[in-house]
T-cell receptor, first 115, second 111 residues
Framework: DTEVTQTPKHLVMGMTNKKSLKCEQH?????MYWYKQKAKKPPELMFV???????INESVPSRFSPECPNSSLLNLHLHALQPEDSALYLC??????????????FGPGTRLTVL | SQQGEEDPQALSIQEGENATMNCSYK?????LQWYRQNSGRGLVHLIL?????REKHSGRLRVTLDTSKKSSSLLITASRAADTASYFC???????????FGEGTQLTVNP
């Protein structure tokens, strides 16, 4: 299995909702990432997990809460989002040994719309 | 500011022609990677070139790296309509542990 899966593909939520994005990989990768991508812009790093521990938080607002329950799963919990948080959220993984030297494998993304 | 800047921002060519995209960066890097993204989809890794390498090939792709000029180029030969996508360079700094993506080049290959 050489892919990263993300669910849901699309999500529409109100500003008072609580929702979660899920990401899964079975390649044995020990580094996992969340990126946010706005239209026609490059991905922006949000969080990095290395060996199930949060190693990088790019000053992301607390309304985004990441979680890594095990080495194959990565969640992003969403609460009280703003319309400007509407974007494509990408998950990625890499065969890291604690540092990012390798290629990253991306999932297809979740298209999030906040009303 | 973005570590990587790419040009052109958009490129439109005919099938069979070659496409060249350039990427410039500002700081010392460990490696530079190129990714492709079809519209609204995830990114696909194309090729990685390390700082001590000058050129790398993969199928119809040729990547060059000039660390003295802090620049890289991606050449796609004999382009196909299926190559239509956005192409991003991404750099891993020697002092960092995160990839930084350039602004991207939107390539359109007309049949």
């Amino acid at each position: 299995d050489t892919e990263v899966t993300q669910t849901p593909k699309h999500l529409v939520m109100g500003m008072t909702n609580k929702k979660s994005l899920k990401c899964e990989q079975h390649m044995g990768h020990r580094a996992m990432y969340w990126y946010k991508q706005k239209a026609k812009k490059p991905p922006e790093l949000m969080f990095v997990y290395s060996y199930e521990k949060l190693s990088i938080n790019e000053s992301v607002p607390s309304r985004f809460s990441p979680e890594c329950p095990n080495s194959s799963l990565l969640n992003l919990h969403l609460h009280a989002l703003q319309p400007e948080d509407s974007a494509l959220y990408l998950c990625a993984s890499s065969p890291s040994r604690g540092t990012v030297y390798n290629e990253q494998f991306f999932g297809p993304g979740t298209r999030l719309t906040v009303l | 500011s973005q570590q990587g800047e790419e040009d052109p921002q958009a490129l439109s060519i005919q099938e069979g022609e070659n496409a060249t995209m350039n990427c410039s960066y500002k700081t010392s890097i460990n490696n530079l990677q190129w990714y492709r993204q079809n519209s609204g989809r995830g990114l696909v890794h194309l090729i990685l070139i390390r700082s001590n390498e000058r050129e790398k090939h993969s199928g119809r792709l040729r990547v060059t790296l000039d660390t003295s000029k802090k620049s890289s180029s991606l050449l796609i030969t004999a382009s196909r309509a299926a190559d239509t996508a956005s192409y991003f360079c991404a750099t891993l700094r020697t002092s960092g542990s995160r990839l930084t993506f350039g602004e991207g080049t939107q390539l359109t290959v007309n049949p």
